[in-house]
């Protein structure tokens, strides 16, 4: 991880940790670490481990995503590169298939990409439940 992002990353984990008012003794026993990793990882010296991002993202209450970026995952722009790559391949490389022959077209996929539509089982025309649509 390059130093710049080390450092935002380490400032990040400070502020949150101080506006929930916790010591980095708290944070690291909360972890099953030491108060010297915590101290690191906010100088942006070393970082955390994905599953001790993930924990502290927990411990916090914001996502992952706020803490190594700075913004929420909504907020990022993601899904739209998501999207628009999907797209570029499937302007790239037409398929002799059709996409309603195809259960993972792009619109099926982009499916998963919005928030609030239905799922997979209901773009698989399934009742049954069994295709994962949790929206109901």
């Known amino acids: 991880m390059k130093s710049e992002r080390m450092q935002g ?11 929930l008012g916790m010591s980095q003794d708290y944070v690291a026993s909360s972890l099953g670490g030491t108060r010297q990793a915590v101290s690191a990882w906010e100088r942006g ?3 955390p481990s994905a599953i001790q991002l993930a924990e502290l993202s927990e ?11 700075g913004d929420s995952f909504a907020k990022s722009g993601i899904r739209a590169l998501m999207v628009r790559k999907i797209e570029a391949k499937r302007i790239r490389k037409p ?7 195809r259960p993972w077209s792009t619109s099926f ?6 928030v609030g539509e239905r799922g ?12 994962g649509d949790l929206a109901g």
Do not use: N, W, Y
């Open 95 to 101: 398929s002799a298939v059709s996409a309603d022959q």
């Open 9 to 19: 990353l380490g400032a990040r984990i400070k502020s949150a940790r101080m506006a």
């Open 120 to 131: 997979p089982a209901a773009a698989l025309g399934r009742t049954d439940g069994a295709g």
């Open 45 to 47: 010296i070393a970082s």
């Open 59 to 69: 411990l916090f209450c914001v996502c992952a995503h706020e803490l190594l970026f």
């Open 109 to 114: 996929l982009a499916g998963f990409l919005t």
